[in-house]
């Protein structure tokens, strides 16, 4: 039987690619289970959301070291991985504090002239801070606040991404994780300006592991799912009741991911609400039929 152009959407989105979803943290991938001691991590977008949870279980899985990187304070962010990893049985990790504009060249390659005073590598970059502008038609958009998405989302990710792989390559694991979107996959009415940038990160990774993979570098996206931050402000609000995912689940996810290198993901796309045991017991069928990346099927 055909599909309906709604199961279509649907499919071409990836929903249900694993047969389990989710919207909160779950036992498999639980950050306590998970041994991180050694690697150092630097994320974006640290002050809050997805950010202060990824952080607070990078703590949980025992980091060695993580710098925390925003515009806005990161220092009760600081506080509190500290005592999250001391609480879990885990040694103080060495934490670095950046207040950045990941926007600004200038600020980007300070902060990253700080890590370098600290640390001789990074182990993972989560390119995690993200701009979101109103959802509106692309005639009544604010010219200014619809290209902020690409200063913020693109522009910001390439600028990390460039500055900090020197330091990235130095490292064993040298994986790079971009927080993508469902969005990229389809096309919502107003949002022209946040889910191209979420597109156009995914081709990005694609350009980093053709010219840097023979390198070492593994570089891949995430999806978060629908979760309620501050950031959501500008999106549909008929939609708000979609956003029912927990920050906890896509923080966990991502340390899950992380804890070793997983070469058969370079370039791809994860969603976070797929079951990751499954995810992981597809992975042949993944690398064989050359899933889960942006292409042209004609």
């Not at 950050?31 to 991590?41: C, D």
């Not at 593994?218 to 708000?240: C, S």
């Amino acid at each position: 039987m055909d599909m309906s152009s709604t199961e279509r959407t649907a499919r071409a989105s990836g929903y249900l690619f694993t047969e389990t979803e989710h919207n909160d943290t779950y036992t498999a991938i639980d950050p306590t289970k998970v041994n991180m001691n050694g690697k150092r991590i630097l994320e974006t977008g640290s002050s809050r959301g997805l950010g202060r949870e990824m952080a607070l279980s990078f703590a949980k899985a025992g980091v060695t070291g993580i710098a925390l990187l925003d515009m806005l304070d990161v220092a009760p962010v600081a506080k509190e991985v500290i005592e999250t990893a001391e609480a879990t049985g885990h040694p103080k990790p060495e934490v670095i504090q950046l207040s950045t504009d990941i926007t600004q060249i200038r600020d980007v390659q300070k902060a990253a002239d700080l890590v370098r005073s600290n640390w001789d590598n990074i182990d993972i970059l989560i390119n995690n801070a993200g701009y979101l502008a109103p959802y509106e038609p692309l005639s009544d958009s604010d010219p200014e606040l619809w290209w902020r998405n690409f200063e913020v989302n693109v522009k910001g990710v390439y600028l990390m991404t460039r500055t900090f792989l020197p330091l990235l390559l130095q490292s064993t694991e040298k994986t790079m994780i971009v927080l993508s979107s469902v969005g990229a996959h389809h096309t919502l009415p107003g949002g022209s300006g946040h889910e191209t940038t979420k597109l156009a990160v995914l081709k990005l990774n694609s350009y980093l592991m053709a010219e840097y993979g023979s390198k070492g570098l593994l570089a891949y996206a995430v999806a978060p799912g629908g979760v309620k931050t501050d950031m959501v402000g500008g999106f549909l609000q008929e939609f708000h009741h979609l956003l029912s995912d927990t920050p906890q689940m896509v923080a966990d996810t991502i340390v899950f991911l992380t804890q070793e290198r997983r070469e058969w993901l370079a370039a791809r796309y994860v969603d976070s609400r797929w079951d990751m045991p499954e995810l992981l017991a597809k992975k042949d069928e993944i690398v064989e039929r050359d899933l889960l990346k942006m292409c042209l099927r004609v």
